[in-house]
């Protein structure tokens, strides 16, 4: 189990590397970066997926809870990416204000960088016949420092959710 531990942290960095070298190459070659977030490793893709797998909600928030995961998924993903708050913004539900800063990544010491992991997901509680709160854990694969943030998802009237709350 360790070695194949080891094998996943190899094939994190040489993708890394990987997406690294292609946003190089797209500089050189006159295209703009897209975004200043990392570029999702598998080991943090893995870690969503089996995170929103394990999620238990609380009582009532299950249907909400699984419309809404593929927007979580991404959502998510894109925090713990280091997303900037402009790309975050987009997910932001009308009337939010600034509800997309401090990524957990500002309450790391010694993360060196790339994408944090998911550890769980938990704390899944219906707000209302359209809107849930969830607890996000994340952590830094060096470091493994761990940072819990509480989000609220809100599904809008065209269907789409979009998130309102981002903090401790």
């Known amino acids: 189990m360790t070695a194949l531990s080891g094998c996943q942290n190899v094939a994190d960095i040489l993708e890394e590397v990987n997406n690294l070298t292609t946003s190089v190459n797209e500089f050189a070659n006159g295209q703009p970066i897209s975004s200043k977030s990392a570029p999702m490793s598998s080991g943090t893709s893995a870690s969503i997926t089996q995170s929103l797998n394990r999620a238990v909600p609380n009582r009532g928030a299950a249907p909400l809870f699984n419309d809404a995961k593929p927007a979580i998924a991404n959502y998510i993903g894109l925090i713990a990416c280091g997303a900037s708050s402009g790309r975050l913004q987009r997910y932001s539900a009308p009337g939010t204000q600034s509800g997309n800063l401090a990524l957990p990544h500002g309450n790391m010491e010694h993360h060196t960088g790339g994408c944090l ?52």
């Open 117 to 168: 992991r998911i550890l769980r997901v938990n704390n899944i509680r219906k707000l209302a016949a359209n809107a849930l709160s969830f607890d996000v854990y994340y952590m830094s694969p060096q470091s493994e420092e761990v940072v819990r943030r509480t989000h609220r998802a809100i599904k809008q009237p065209d269907g789409e959710w979009l998130f309102n709350f981002y903090g401790w």
